[in-house]
Nanobody, 126 residues
Framework: QVQLVESGGGLVQAGGSLRLSCAAS????????MGWFRQAPGKEREFVAA????????YYADSVKGRFTISRDNAKNTVYLQMNTLKPEDTAVYYC???????????????????WGQGTQVTVSS
């Protein structure tokens, strides 16, 4: 099992950028399919982006497509979320998540992920 720790959140003006990082412990990081989710106050946790084991395939929610980029460095046991052209509606706690699976089925469902970080707050001011 891996433990996940996010960093990089903060306060940014609309139109700005942030880069989130998620560091994983353990030696099996490359066997985990990784995702980013977010949860705004009073709302359910929602899918943001996901990336396959080698990083060859990426998936995005429509709301962030073209603005956010997910990537991973298996040598550093880290997954990233580059967020550009941020909007006030991107304000949320962002969570890194991992699942040890051999399929990409239902990658957008939070229930399928077994390992979660503690979350990092992203606030976008207008």
């Amino acid at each position: 099992q891996v433990q996940l720790v996010e960093s990089g959140g903060g306060l940014v003006q609309a139109g700005g950028s942030l880069r989130l990082s998620c560091a994983a412990s353990g030696r099996t990081f490359s066997t985990y399919f990784m995702g980013w989710f977010r949860q705004a106050p009073g709302k359910e946790r929602e899918f943001v982006a996901a990336i396959s084991w080698s990083g060859g395939s990426t998936y995005y929610a429509d709301s962030v497509k073209g603005r956010f980029t997910i990537s991973r460095d298996n040598a550093k046991n880290t997954v990233y979320l580059q967020m550009n052209t941020l909007k006030p509606e991107d304000t949320a706690v962002y969570y890194c998540a991992g699942r040890k699976t051999t399929t990409m089925d239902n990658y957008y469902l939070a229930d399928g992920y077994t390992n979660w970080g503690q979350g990092t707050q992203v606030t976008v001011s207008s």
